[in-house]
Structure formats: structure tokens, C-alpha cells
């Protein structure tokens, strides 16, 4: 997988609910949560470093902007550091909301998870990621072409 948002060349996933655009030399692999559906994940490479994005229809969802409020009170209590957000924005055809705070468990640095809620048609779906600080702006490229090829059907 390429470094540069540029070089990215872009393979399609197709799954029973939704589909989107990842980096070519990433993997797609789909598999069982216990809390919610079906789950999604892509892998790829940045930086040799293994990132991971997940995706998930949360079935009792409500809106994007009730569950990242009740993720933003979560993490406040325990991660009260280096945040941003949460901020309302619009990707592709849907409304969303974006939350990122930095990890730090026990005096070592897990970098920033970053949670994005989005409101469709079809119910609130789930991305998130947890990657270092050092390679975060190239993750987020990552998560962001992912966010603006999503689609719901």
C-alpha cells in the first residue's frame, strides 16, 4: 500500500450492505462481532506499520450524534488528554460525526483512535481506527477515501 495519498491506486469492496474504496494491497476481511452485525475490517500497510479500520452498522443506533455523545462522555473519563472533536461533518451522502483522542494505557503511548459515526438511510454505521501518532495524517488519508466511496444499500 502507498504512503502518498496520490499514489494511491483503489480497489472496490462490495459486501451485502455496503461498499466502499481502499488502497490496492490492503485486505478486506468480513467477520462476526458479539456486540453488533457482521463487522468489516481493511488492513493495510502504512509505513510497514499494520493499521486497521472497522466498520459496523450498529443495530440500536439512533442518530451519529447520540452515539458519539455517548463515546465522547466514555472516553472523557478516561482519556483526558489530547483530543478533537467530536465534529459534525459531511462525507460522500452522509452526515456524520468524527472523534479522535490519543491512547495512552499504563505510561505507553497506543497513539489516536479515531471514531467516526455516520447516519444513513439503512442506520448508523461505525468506522474506526487506532494508529500511532507518528503515521496518524497518512491512516486518516486511508480512512478518508474509505469515508468519501462509502455507500449504503
Not at 37 to 50: F, K
Not at 138 to 153: E, G, H, P, Q
Amino acid at each position: 500500500m502507498s504512503n502518498n495519498k496520490s499514489d494511491f491506486q483503489l480497489d472496490c469492496f462490495s459486501g451485502k450492505e455496503i461498499s466502499f474504496d481502499y488502497p490496492q494491497g490492503g485486505q478486506v476481511i468480513e467477520f462476526n462481532h458479539s456486540k453488533y452485525s457482521p463487522s468489516i475490517r481493511m488492513i493495510g500497510l502504512v509505513y510497514d506499520e499494520r493499521i486497521e479500520i472497522d466498520i459496523e452498522k450498529i443495530p440500536d443506533g439512533k442518530s451519529a450524534k447520540e452515539e458519539i455523545e455517548k463515546l465522547s462522555r466514555q472516553r472523557d473519563v478516561f482519556f483526558d488528554h489530547d483530543k478533537i472533536g467530536p465534529d459534525e461533518f459531511l462525507t460522500g451522502a452522509f452526515k456524520g460525526w468524527r472523534y479522535v483522542t490519543r491512547f495512552i494505557d499504563g505510561g505507553i503511548d497506543r497513539g489516536y483512535i479515531d471514531t467516526v459515526f455516520l447516519d444513513s438511510p439503512k442506520g448508523v454505521f461505525k468506522l474506526a481506527m487506532n494508529t500511532s501518532v507518528e503515521r496518524y495524517q497518512v491512516a486518516k488519508t486511508i480512512m478518508d477515501v474509505i469515508l468519501n466511496s462509502l455507500r449504503v444499500f
